[in-house]
């Protein structure tokens, strides 16, 4: 076989996205559930810091903030 007999594979291109793409998309989609985890963490630990005049500004319960803080942070 000649060079020339495979000349046209050398510049071939896929119409599909590539592996590059995939992982890519796979570390921002990662990247974001990471995000939102430790905003998660952030948010049920400044909400632990209430003192009740501020629940009943927000019309929480004691009860609501305790389940909502001991929640992991996987859970939304």
């Excluded at 050398?10 to 793409?21: C, E, K, M, V």
């Amino acid at each position: 076989m000649s060079l020339t007999a495979h000349r046209s594979l050398i510049n071939y291109q896929s119409s599909r996205p590539g592996l590059t793409a995939f992982a890519s998309d796979a570390a921002r989609s990662v990247a974001r559930v990471f995000a939102l985890w430790r905003a998660r963490m952030r948010e049920r630990s400044a909400f632990s810091t209430l003192d009740e005049r501020d629940l009943r500004d927000l019309r929480v319960s004691r009860w609501d903030l305790e389940r909502e803080v001991s929640k992991p942070f996987w859970r939304g």
